[in-house]
């Protein structure tokens, strides 16, 4: 007779011996001289030979062997499948779970320990927990085993999209805040690409506007992605434009549309008296001081770019000639114009008390009248000058006036 490892064999069985057992006794021994009598032969457990004697009516006797047969245990070797991440599913019948074991086992899975509630689709497990195999040999001898499965959750990710900022400004998208809300303890890797296969270098330092991705992986290796949008906005073009020179008592309009002509991407304009824009200009309609001053303009995005502007408040043109000059003496000893707020001398001549031109000269780089006409020392008398230039703001002006030649 044959049985598994955990089973026993019932060497009484009428099945196990051929012919008729009509009026026929049997007892049962462990050795061929019958001399050891088998306790309990219907649960024979060890494999082995043993004897039963057949002895009839007229007292003849025959003692036959019976050999027992125990099927070894199959080997059954379990390793546990990899933790998954939901949703994704496990297969508790892939070949590698059991990997070591006897080579034609046929398995079976069950969700409870006793082996009364099969598993439907052991190929896709979407829940954790401990299942149960069971697994048997060709002798049709089975084990059973536990297989452990891990499903863990995916992480919760919240992204806030960061502020806007203005060039050249870089945004941080590695910032705790943006990620508020999410699972604690996230690990955090930024990607240009949806397939997260272009991994961002630099993420504190984000440059160019666009949309880009983020992976949140959890203590268990479980992951979620999702987006960060980051918008750096484009300054205003300024183009500022000196305006021009005034005099004293005359106001410079910073507010005048030429001062920022060629500006573009702008919505609103401010004026201030410092580089840092703090202190704002009260009257930029109307600047009687010299200086620099600064133009900032904003655009719609809330970016603002600013400019020096220079303003320059000039003495009243004049041309100044002295009203005496000592030709014979170490100072003094020649007669030219002085210019204030003048760009250039255009004619300086020098008459007589008669009215005779006796000097003349067209620029101011001439070293001026040395006191003689016709290369004779004139003598000490007043003389009438005329003088006429162009002024620091272009225009056209001349001055006349009296001189002592002093000997």
Same mark, same amino acid.
């Given at each position: 007779?044959?049985? !598994? ?54 007292? !003849? ?241 809330? !970016? ?104």
């Amino acid at each position: 007779g044959a049985a !598994c490892y955990n089973g026993t064999v019932d060497i009484t069985a009428d099945e196990l011996y051929t012919g008729s057992l009509a009026g026929i006794s049997r007892a049962y021994y462990t050795d061929a001289a019958a001399t050891n009598p088998i306790t309990d032969p219907k649960h024979i457990k060890t494999p082995g030979v043993y004897y039963a004697r057949l002895s009839n009516a007229f007292g !003849c006797t025959n003692i036959l062997p019976v050999e027992v047969t125990l099927n070894s245990k199959p080997l059954l070797k379990i390793t546990d499948p990899a933790a998954a991440c939901y949703p994704l599913k496990v297969d508790i019948s892939a070949n590698d779970i059991f990997k070591g074991s006897d080579t034609g086992l046929t398995f079976r899975f069950f969700a409870n320990q006793s082996l009364t509630i099969p598993v439907t689709n052991p190929k896709e497990i979407d829940r954790p927990g401990v299942y149960y195999v069971q697994a048997t040999n060709a002798a049709g001898c089975s084990v059973t085993g536990q297989v452990k499965v891990a499903i863990n959750d995916l992480p919760i990710l919240v992204i806030r999209n960061p502020k806007e900022a203005c060039a050249p400004q870089s945004v941080n998208i590695t910032a705790d805040s943006l990620f508020e809300g999410s699972t604690a303890g996230l690990s955090y890797s930024f990607f240009f690409d949806e397939s997260l296969s272009k991994k961002v270098s630099y993420p504190e330092a984000i440059n160019k506007p666009g949309t880009y991705y983020v992976k949140a992986t959890n203590s268990s290796g479980c992951s979620a992605s999702g987006t960060i949008d980051v918008m750096i906005n484009n300054l205003p073009e300024i183009s500022v434009h000196n305006p021009g020179a005034v005099f004293d008592g005359q106001s410079v309009d910073l507010t005048a549309a030429e001062v920022i002509s060629g500006s573009k991407n702008y919505v609103q304009v401010a004026y201030f008296k410092d580089a840092a824009l703090t202190e704002t200009l009260a009257r930029p309609e109307s600047v009687t001081k010299t200086g620099i001053y600064y133009i900032s303009l904003t655009n719609s995005s809330g !970016c603002s770019v600013s400019a020096p502007v220079e303003i320059n408040i000039l003495p009243e043109p004049k041309i100044v000639v002295p009203t005496a000059f000592t030709p014979h003496k170490e100072t003094n000893n020649r007669l030219y114009p002085f210019l204030v707020s003048m760009q250039k001398l255009i004619s300086f001549k020098v008459f007589n008390k008669w009215g005779m031109l006796v000097y003349q000269a067209t620029d101011a780089s001439a070293q001026g009248w040395d006191g003689q006409f016709k290369s004779k020392m004139q003598p000490l008398e007043t003389f009438s000058w005329y003088a006429e230039g162009i002024d620091a703001s272009g225009r056209k002006y001349h001055s006349t006036g009296k001189t002592i030649l002093i000997l």
